[in-house]
């Protein structure tokens, strides 16, 4: 091997070394954008917990589930509020256990006899919610 060869190698060496650190800087910046995301999180954070696991299911292509509500207080680290188990679930942007599984693009809907919760991926839907 010729040294113009040794210092192409060794170059090559460096650029690898480059691209590394630019695709971990990447990699934490993508990071750090969304764990702001979820701090400015209106009313939702106390929820975060949830919305991370939910987001989740939906990058394992679970679209459609049910949780039971014991489940969901496990899940949330937060128990949601009594009146969950009471009266029926709005999809709305008024309150923040609402606000966790829109945020994550998902649909809830309640069955309280069986209290069991089903969630339906439906990210514009969601979107919309969110916004009205």
Known sequence: MNEQEREIIQNFRK?????????????????????????????GDKYIEFTNFLRNQHTVANNQFSLSFSEIDTIS????????????????????????????????????NLQRVYFEYNFLRANELLEN
Do not use: C, Q
């Open 15 to 43: 650029f690898i070394v480059i691209l590394k650190n630019i695709l971990t800087l990447n990699t934490l910046n993508s990071i750090n954008n969304d764990m702001r995301e979820d701090r400015l999180m209106p009313k």
């Open 77 to 112: 680290k937060n128990p949601f509020p009594l009146s969950t188990r009471r009266y029926p679930w709005g999809n709305t942007a008024k309150h923040s256990y609402s606000i966790s599984w829109l945020k994550a693009g998902y649909i809830a809907k309640a069955d309280l």
